[in-house]
């Protein structure tokens, strides 16, 4: 059994991650969010303490955080999406795709699938179009990086994403 995370640990390991105060602060008040945020579960996915961010051209006032994670049993990667809403670091809403037994975890403006994402911020598939499932080709090469060099270290593989 994995030990329970304290919030001192939840804290750290977000800061690790490159994610602002605020975001920590809105994580650890919101339980929905933090369950339901990949790169928490240390025992599935690997993160790679480094973020993306974009800004839609359907709301360019809304900041999109990307997390990429390797998924551990799957072996690709799997990306995560926190909107910070409207940029004033006050709300935000993480969008995923949540396994069958944790679909609890919805909450309109808080937690919501990727399709809603999609539907969004995509336009028609010409902006976020399968990042859900990002090739590593299309990250950052700092990123890149870490990944690859994850991938050697552990002697990892990295399946295509699927389509």
């Given at each position: 059994m994995e030990p329970i995370p304290t919030n001192e640990d939840i804290v750290k390991y977000l800061k690790n991650n490159s994610l602002?105060?605020?975001l920590i602060d809105w994580c650890l008040?919101?339980?929905n969010f933090l369950g339901a945020l990949k790169v928490m579960?240390?025992?599935k996915f690997v993160g790679f303490n480094g973020i993306s961010i974009s800004y839609p051209k359907v709301n360019?006032?809304?900041e999109v955080i990307g997390i990429v994670v390797y998924d551990l049993k799957r072996k690709i990667l799997k990306q995560d999406f926190?909107?910070?809403n409207d940029s004033l670091h006050q709300t935000?809403?993480?969008?995923?795709?949540?396994?069958?037994?944790?679909t609890n975890l919805y909450k309109h403006g808080v937690v919501e699938s990727i399709t809603s994402f999609y539907r969004k911020y995509d336009r028609g598939g010409k902006d976020y179009q399968r990042t859900h499932y990002p090739d590593i080709s299309s990250l950052h090469p700092e990123l890149q990086e870490r990944?690859?060099?994850?991938?050697?270290?552990?002697?990892s593989q990295l399946r295509n994403p699927p389509s």
């Amino acid at each position: 059994m994995e030990p329970i995370p304290t919030n001192e640990d939840i804290v750290k390991y977000l800061k690790n991650n490159s994610l602002r105060d605020e975001l920590i602060d809105w994580c650890l008040s919101h339980e929905n969010f933090l369950g339901a945020l990949k790169v928490m579960f240390v025992h599935k996915f690997v993160g790679f303490n480094g973020i993306s961010i974009s800004y839609p051209k359907v709301n360019p006032r809304d900041e999109v955080i990307g997390i990429v994670v390797y998924d551990l049993k799957r072996k690709i990667l799997k990306q995560d999406f926190i909107v910070d809403n409207d940029s004033l670091h006050q709300t935000f809403t993480l969008y995923s795709k949540l396994p069958n037994g944790m679909t609890n975890l919805y909450k309109h403006g808080v937690v919501e699938s990727i399709t809603s994402f999609y539907r969004k911020y995509d336009r028609g598939g010409k902006d976020y179009q399968r990042t859900h499932y990002p090739d590593i080709s299309s990250l950052h090469p700092e990123l890149q990086e870490r990944i690859n060099n994850y991938l050697t270290l552990t002697k990892s593989q990295l399946r295509n994403p699927p389509s």
